[in-house]
Every structure is written in C-alpha cells, then in structure tokens.
C-alpha cells in the first residue's frame, strides 16, 4: 500500500516569497492533517479536512497560509508571503475515518521549508 | 490547555541498557495514546497506540507501552537499547470531545556503544 505522499521535499525561499506543497495521502482515507514541526518541537496541527471540508483551521495563520482539498483526495498548503518562522518541516497526515475513532494516522515523510 | 507532557527532551542509555521515555496525559476521560518515532530527515511512523483495548500495548521494534489511568501515564519502554533505536520520540494523544491528534514535545533517544 503506498503512503502518503509529499513535494517537494526541501524547499528554500527567501522572506516574502510564496510556496506551496502538495499532498497525496493514503488511497481511500476521508481525513487529511497538514502539521507544521518547527525545529525541536512537536508538530502542531495547522488544519484537519474531512473529505473536502474543513473540520478545523482554528491555528492556521490565514493571513499567509491557506489550503485546499479540492476533490477530497489531494490537498495542496500555500504560504504567502513567508516569515522567516516559517522554516520548519510540514507534515500531511491521513487517517480512514475521524481521529476520534481511534484510528491510526499515517504521515508522508514531509516537506522541508527553509525561509532565508 | 497542555494535553500531553513528555518529560525529558534529551534520554542517553548504553546499548543493550532498559529504554524509558515517559509520557503523561491530561484528561479526565482516557483518550486515546500513541508513540510515534521520527529518524533524521523522516517523517513520523507510528510505534503503538492504546484505543481502550489491553492496558499494555506492543508495538514494532520491540517496544511496548502500558497505560495506567490512575497515574494518567503512557511510558515506552524496551527491554534492550540498539543503536538503530537513536531518534525522536512522540507521545500524542486524541481527546475524543476535540478530535485532535495533540503531540508531545518529543524526547530524543541517543544510545552509546
């Protein structure tokens, strides 16, 4: 079974550039996760879809970053303009069902941001 | 509202020595626990998780973990450090009412020859 899959996987721009990643998570699961891990801390959640709506944004900063999942299968992250605390690792999860089900989240091997 | 607490970022132990990375969770229901590991340059890949089945969870790579409600805890252990087990270690919890995967701040596991 082929996991989640990210791109690019390392990415350097400078301070007030645009990017964006791509994710294409498990065949078949209904959730998709995007995680934003800084350097030495955990991952924080950024926005939870559940098909192709949004069932929590609550810490996506939108006045840079905003995200899509057109179709309810890939979902797409963009940052615009970036800050320079914007480096970090993001990471798209998925999972079957709602996290609250207990099921397992599987995660891609991330997109590495780097704002200089 | 911190949900999980790893303590102890930094854990060093010989190879072949006990590994004990702990974990507490805050929640007055039993949520759901995990451990993920992250290598260098990874992505995170789950080790076990406790869904309110068997107290004592095992995972792959020979580590286990066992929830015990009365101390609100979830520690990994294994039995015996390999060099390959030298990565990040991420307890995370689900709290039902939020349907949020909440991480630790990781522990970083090194093992010494």
């Known amino acids: 079974e082929a996991g989640v899959a990210q791109s690019p996987r390392y990415k350097i721009i400078e301070k007030r550039q645009s990017v964006a990643f791509w994710c294409n998570p498990i065949?078949?699961?209904?959730?998709l996760y995007w995680y934003q891990q800084i350097l030495g801390q955990g991952p924080k959640l950024l926005i939870q879809?559940?098909?192709?709506?949004?069932?929590?944004d609550s810490q996506l900063p939108k006045d840079r970053f905003s995200a899509e999942r057109l179709k309810g299968v890939d979902s797409t992250l963009k940052i615009q303009p970036a800050k320079l605390e914007d480096s970090a690792v993001y990471l798209c999860?998925?999972?079957?069902?709602?996290?609250?089900?207990?099921?397992?989240?599987?995660f891609g091997e991330g997109s590495w941001l780097t704002v200089v | 509202a911190q949900s999980v607490t790893q303590l102890g970022s930094h854990v060093s132990v010989s190879e072949g020595a006990l590994v004990l990375l702990r974990c507490n969770y805050s929640?007055?229901?039993?949520?759901?626990l995990f451990w993920y590991v992250q290598y260098p340059n990874q992505g995170l890949q789950l080790l076990l998780k406790?869904?309110?089945?068997?107290?004592l969870v095992k995972g792959i790579n020979g580590f286990e973990a066992e929830f015990k409600k009365s101390e609100t805890s979830f520690h990994l252990t294994k039995p015996s450090a390999h060099m390959s087990d030298a990565a990040e270690y991420f307890c995370?919890?689900?709290?039902?009412?939020?349907?949020?995967?909440?991480f630790g701040t990781g522990t970083r596991l090194q093992v010494f020859p």
């Open positions: 999860a998925s999972s079957p069902h709602q996290a609250s089900s207990g099921n397992t989240i599987y």
């Open positions: 929640s007055s229901v039993p949520p759901y």
């Open positions: 406790y869904t309110s089945a068997a107290t």
């Open positions: 065949s078949g699961h209904a959730t």
């Open positions: 879809f559940q098909n192709n709506g949004v069932v929590d």
């Open positions: 995370a919890v689900i709290l039902k009412v939020t349907d949020k995967l909440i």
